[in-house]
């Protein structure tokens, strides 16, 4: 069996008829009789149950097409590559990414890969809620926390960088409040929390499990105050505004922290597992342009360009 015998056969069982396989393939329906009347003979099998009225697979069939669908994306893969090594990044990558770190970080990391390869187009969609990676056509995804899946043979997950989410207030609230001394201590402040998650059932409360990073234990607080949002950028500049303590990724607040509108709260603790990763669905054959791209942000990120300079951890 060749390529194209492969195609054919996948044709004929999704679309149901030979008639509209003939139509998906772009030839006459006579020409598909006669290449599956041939395909048929050569291997000894009947691959379809042909009557005026209905097609349908049979066994032999059936498994034919389990395994024509992963040798077709084999062979796609592999024109891919062998395009690739010869000729400038071409194609399009396409991958998602949450709002902020998209926008502060990502964006200008993805515009300069670009620029190094003008004949490659990157799609970017910012969102909150990670698509179906596979089922809606992306190459992966750079998230900030490690995604779960059922199966996690199905996904392949690499850490881009490090980082960590850290308790912050502006001097003023400090000024006006006291600095908390304990992770016990914060129960007391007015904590600002972002519900980026949507959940409703702790509008009250929220808890913070937080990790020191020196000996690695772990402290969780019940917080809470009267400023809670959707918006990680509303509970910053809600902070910054000296409205309370909140939690959040380095990233995010290292300009702030620079300038010295935030300061670290607790600097020897921080949240556990807010490292940033890309993720993206099993495939036999990643393409070049995109094992260049996520070799590109690995590169661009490995000092963690937002990590302001090294805090008193004692």
């Not at 009347?37 to 005026?52: W, Y």
């Not at 600095?179 to 959940?199: I, K, M, Q």
Request: proline share 4%; with cysteine.
């Amino acid at each position: 069996m060749d390529r194209g015998d492969l195609a054919l056969v996948l044709a004929i069982r999704d679309q149901g008829s030979l008639a509209s396989a003939a139509a998906t393939l772009n030839v006459v329906p006579s020409v598909i009789t006669k290449r599956l009347g041939a395909l048929e003979a050569r291997l000894g099998q009947r691959l379809f149950e042909r009557t005026t009225r209905r097609l349908s697979v049979t066994a032999e069939g059936e498994a034919v097409c389990l395994h024509a669908r992963a040798l077709l994306d084999g062979f796609a893969a592999l024109e891919s590559e062998l395009g690739e090594r010869q000729n400038e990044l071409t194609g399009t990558v396409r991958l998602a990414a949450t709002f902020g770190f998209g926008r502060r970080w990502l964006g200008p990391a993805l515009a300069t890969f670009q620029a190094r390869h003008p004949a490659l187009q990157i799609e970017l969609l910012l969102t909150e809620q990670l698509p179906d990676l596979g089922a809606e056509g992306y190459d992966g995804a750079v998230w900030l926390w490690a995604v779960q899946q059922r199966r996690a043979a199905d996904w392949i997950s690499r850490r881009i960088a490090r980082n960590q989410r850290v308790l912050a207030a502006s001097p003023a609230y400090l000024k006006r409040r006291g600095t908390p001394s304990t992770v016990e201590a914060l129960a007391s402040h007015d904590c600002l929390v972002a519900r980026e998650n949507g959940d409703a059932s702790q509008r009250q409360y929220a808890l913070w499990t937080l990790r020191h990073v020196r000996d690695g234990s772990t402290a969780r607080v019940r917080v809470q105050g009267p400023l809670a949002s959707n918006s990680g950028e509303m509970v910053r500049d809600w902070c910054v505004a000296g409205h309370g303590v909140m939690l959040r990724s380095l990233w995010d607040i290292a300009p702030q922290l620079a300038s010295g509108e935030l300061a670290r709260v607790l600097p020897q603790y921080a949240m556990a597992e807010a490292d940033i990763h890309w993720i993206a669905p099993w495939r036999p054959k990643t393409p070049r342009r995109v094992r260049l791209l996520v070799d590109h942000l690995v590169e661009q990120f490995r000092g963690e360009p937002w990590k302001p300079g090294k805090a008193d951890t004692r």
